[in-house]
């Protein structure tokens, strides 16, 4: 039975390929971002509204940008997977732009918008993906901040593209599910919203220490330990209803086939992905010092939501990973809906 999976498990591996010039990528995203910061930048100084925000709208605040984003996310038309996202630069270009409008409209709330300055534009989402910057040594300047010269906010807006293709298309390995584009960009909308304005309030708060995390440097050995982790997430996520059919394996199968690891760690992962009740055990600490944690919950809801609604024991497990976590239950559930 093993061996007649495995023979139609071939039949679902996608080739390795590669589908979009990364270089062009970057440049694109590169001009892309840095005009969406400078528009929202200026549309928000403009906005005489936002400046009667107050602590109390925060929430009304980020809900309402997360909206305008699953409305962008609806409309999306792009292939499936991360590749698809990637390629669909203008729409996520316009996401980016409402959070950057997000960013400042939250410096308003925290009575913080003369101290808000382009560069935090740009090193809040750059932190939220995993990026190093200074803005602990920041949060309690006296001081309100100055605009960098245009060469330095041009070298954070690489930092933040290449930080934006690395985890979406380099270190994801959902990029070979064929999940509808708009369920794929909805729920990295819903995540990317979500990581931001978690680090914009924790920054912007008069009254908490603003703790940025270090994440430590990754090496290819790491790399592929992290790859290994998230593989074994989605495996226990097909399984979790004790049940392994060849839908499942279709998902499975590329994923690990693809993925930059050796033969036969590939083939031990297969064989045990296609066994009932194998129940991998996850290090939850490894993927949390390497900022991989929501990553896996992302692409575990991408993987729970391929054919448009969520499995009740695939909720219950993505929940359990969840808590293990420490995520935001509220937070994890909306991204399933």
Known sequence: MFFSKIKDLTRFVSPKKDLID???????????????????????????????????????????????????????????????????????????????????????????????????????????????TKLMTLQDSAQDLLDSPVAVLQGKVQTLGKGIIERTMKKSIAQFIPVGGPIIMGIWAKSTTNKIATTSKSFFDKNALYIEHYKPEETPAITAALQVQKIKGLANLIECNNEINEAQIAFIGPIIQNAELPKSQKNHLLEESLRTGSNFQLDYDLLKEYEEDEALIMEMAIMAKRSGSVDGLEKKYILQVAEEMKFDKTFVEDLLD
């Open 22 to 132: 990364l270089s062009a990528l970057q440049h694109q995203l590169n001009d892309g971002l840095f005009s969406s910061m400078e528009s929202a930048f200026q549309a928000c100084m403009a906005d005489k509204g936002n400046s009667q925000y107050s602590t109390a709208d925060i929430e009304k605040i980020v809900n309402g940008y997360a909206e305008q984003n699953m409305l962008l996310a609806a409309a999306s038309s792009i292939v499936p997977g991360p590749l698809g996202i990637l390629g669909a630069v203008p729409e996520l270009l316009l996401n980016f732009k409402n959070q950057f409008g997000m960013i400042y409209d939250l410096s308003c709330a925290n009575d913080k918008e003369d101290f808000l300055n382009k560069d935090l534009l740009l090193d809040i989402p750059i932190a939220a993906f995993g990026g190093n």
